[in-house]
């Protein structure tokens, strides 16, 4: 189940084509596959970076823009709300005119909407294109990998994958100290404002660079039901895990979105039987390596995400540190990401990728079990063993899990794959931070009273023990001021160690989405249609 490829030689989207086989291959710069890497690893930096940076910067904003808590938190919740909802959509786009247009724009856009947030002076223009940048976002990402592996022959499209998994790592786990540094020493606008020149460099290495591929068998027609079914079912989906920890699991506001989100998904699946090109053709599931690598990819999205939600505030708010020392002692996960990630590219370029996966899956598992371990007096040589266990796991899976999911999808449907592999890393983020915050909730806020009333505290009413739950539930202790000093220091053991308890269940609980994932790893393959990708010289 292969198709061809029709290649623009002149980049312009149009004109002469060819098959792989029959295009020179050394005509300069255009359609080098290195080089091609290079372009969209830069485009892709921008938007794995905003992920994690902006989050660094959220306390100055809120002070400068006056803004409220429930302003701050749509900062990012925009972000990835917009991200989430139009991945699918975006790669499709990418399918249809083609991933180096799709990506060019989303590079433009993504810039220019960075730079606007840099000079809002409002929180309500902050937010507003915060949204931008997620749609943006989501056409440069799938767009990306569509280009990859359009680009790259089968042979070296792992090695490819991995080099970009580590970008994304990196990126991720990089942004923290980058958002630091920026914030600390110069202000909150330079978090976005730095989109600006990266952008550049991507844009003019794009037009370059970047050639122009498109299946023969592209789909021509949009399915215009089939995006607004499945955009209305994932916005329903993704608005209730953001939602869920102020309305509460119980609510009935939560469980309605949660049942739209269902019924959406039930409509958009029977439409696209009925549809004669659809969104996503249902036959793309009856591919069980490609299903199982979506299913892997929301699974270790939620140890890795949600797990590493709260080891921040275990190391500002229990350890003290400033956000730059915390990024600093995330470097052990953030090297094994950048060193393992080529490496998996090789190890499953020669064994497959269903070994690597299931091993790696092992350590996220054995790396979670670990950081349920810590306690308030932990050592960094200690905390640095289970962070480097935990990037050395990851690092095969992005790999691995996205070359699965790309390379089981037909040539014609790379972007939608593509949008697919996103998609699924930014539901089971969110589904991670959801289900192990609510998990921490219940844990502190059964723990809480009875730490409270053994340590001779005196007693609090539901109001003032609700407000410390919340406090503790991210390592603040719920010190009042005027307090005497050694009843703050009562205070903040119990605040510290009920969070700790807190901690250590959400990574137990982690720890076991991580086992679930190894068996999940048993069902991947290669990529069936690996081979349907350029053969293009300059290897």
């Known amino acids: 189940m292969t198709s061809?490829?029709?290649?623009?030689?002149?980049?312009q989207g149009g004109g002469s084509s060819a098959t792989p086989s029959d295009q020179p291959s050394a005509a300069g710069l255009r359609g080098h596959p290195w080089l091609t890497l290079l372009t969209v690893a830069v485009g892709v930096?921008?938007?794995?970076?905003?992920?994690?940076?902006?989050?660094?910067?959220?306390?100055?904003?809120?002070?400068?823009?006056?803004?409220?808590?429930?302003?701050?938190?749509?900062?990012?919740?925009?972000?990835?709300?917009?991200?989430?909802?139009?991945?699918?959509?975006?790669?499709?786009?990418?399918?249809?005119?083609?991933?180096?247009?799709?990506?060019?724009?989303?590079?433009?856009?993504?810039?220019?909407?960075?730079?606007?947030i840099g000079l809002s002076s409002s929180i309500a223009a902050v937010v507003t294109f915060r949204v931008f940048q997620g749609l943006f976002g989501a056409l440069l990402m799938p767009a990306a990998l569509g280009l990859l592996r359009a680009t790259f022959p089968a042979e070296k499209l792992n090695m490819a994958i991995g080099i970009w998994g580590m970008?994304?790592?990196?990126?991720?786990?990089?942004?923290?100290?980058?958002?630091?540094?920026?914030?600390?020493?110069?202000?909150?606008?330079?978090?976005?404002?730095?989109?600006?020149?990266?952008?550049?460099?991507?844009?003019?290495?794009?037009?370059?660079?970047?050639?122009?591929?498109?299946?023969?068998?592209?789909?021509?027609?949009?399915?215009i039901l089939g995006i607004a079914l499945l955009s209305a079912a994932m916005f329903c989906l993704v608005w209730a895990l953001i939602k869920a920890p102020s309305w509460g699991w119980g609510s009935g506001l939560t469980w309605a979105f949660v049942l739209a989100s269902v019924a959406g998904f039930v409509a958009f699946a029977f439409w696209e039987t009925k549809v004669k090109e659809p969104l996503i053709p249902l036959a793309l599931f009856r591919s069980v390596p490609l299903s199982a690598g979506v299913v892997l990819m929301v699974l270790m999205a939620i140890a890795f995400m949600g797990g590493l939600f709260f080891v921040t505030f275990y190391l500002q708010n229990v350890h003290g540190m400033s956000?730059?020392?915390?990024?600093?002692?995330?470097l052990p996960l953030t090297g094994m990401m950048i060193v393992g990630s080529p490496l998996a590219g090789v190890l499953i370029t020669k064994l497959g990728p269903r070994s690597p996966l299931a091993g790696g899956m092992a350590s996220v598992a054995i790396a979670m079990y670990g950081m349920s371990t810590l306690q308030t007096d932990t050592g960094s040589g200690v905390m640095a063993v289970w962070f480097a266990l935990l990037g050395l796991g990851l690092?095969?899976?992005?790999?691995?899990?996205?070359?699965?999911?790309?390379?089981?999808?037909?040539?014609?449907?790379?972007?939608?794959?593509?949008?697919?592999?996103q998609a699924a890393m930014q539901i089971g983020g969110s589904l991670g931070t959801a289900v192990l915050g609510a998990v921490m909730a219940s844990k502190v806020d059964s723990d809480l009273p009875v730490n409270w009333k053994e340590a001779g505290l005196p007693p609090l009413t539901p109001t003032q023990l609700d407000q410390a739950s919340e406090a503790v539930q991210v390592g603040?202790?719920?010190?009042?001021?005027?307090?005497?000093?050694?009843?703050?220091?009562?205070?903040?053991?119990?605040?510290?160690?009920?969070?700790?308890?807190?901690?250590?269940?959400?990574?137990?609980?982690?720890?076991?989405?991580?086992?679930?994932?190894?068996?999940?790893?048993?069902?991947?393959?290669?990529?069936?249609?690996?081979?349907?990708?350029?053969?293009?010289?300059?290897?």
Do not use: C
């Open 4 to 11: 061809q490829t029709t290649l623009d030689t002149t980049g």
């Open 45 to 116: 930096m921008m938007v794995a970076l905003d992920g994690t940076i902006v989050a660094i910067a959220n306390p100055a904003i809120q002070s400068d823009l006056k803004a409220s808590f429930a302003d701050v938190q749509w900062i990012t919740n925009g972000y990835f709300l917009a991200l989430a909802v139009a991945l699918i959509t975006a790669g499709k786009l990418g399918d249809r005119f083609g991933h180096r247009q799709t990506f060019l724009i989303g590079v433009v856009g993504f810039a220019a909407a960075s730079g606007a």
């Open 167 to 223: 970008v994304i790592g990196a990126s991720t786990a990089g942004g923290p100290i980058l958002g630091g540094v920026l914030v600390e020493h110069v202000n909150w606008q330079s978090v976005f404002f730095i989109n600006v020149p990266v952008g550049i460099l991507a844009l003019v290495l794009g037009v370059l660079i970047l050639l122009d591929h498109r299946a023969e068998n592209a789909p021509r027609s949009f399915d």
């Open 323 to 330: 956000p730059i020392d915390a990024g600093l002692h995330l």
């Open 395 to 421: 690092a095969p899976v992005m790999v691995g899990a996205t070359e699965v999911i790309v390379g089981n999808a037909p040539m014609e449907l790379s972007g939608v794959a593509g949008g697919l592999q």
């Open 476 to 539: 603040v202790p719920p010190v009042a001021k005027g307090t005497p000093e050694a009843v703050a220091a009562k205070i903040t053991d119990v605040a510290h160690d009920t969070f700790i308890s807190g901690m250590s269940l959400a990574s137990l609980v982690a720890a076991g989405v991580a086992v679930v994932a190894v068996f999940i790893a048993l069902l991947t393959k290669r990529g069936e249609n690996a081979e349907a990708g350029a053969g293009v010289g300059h290897i």
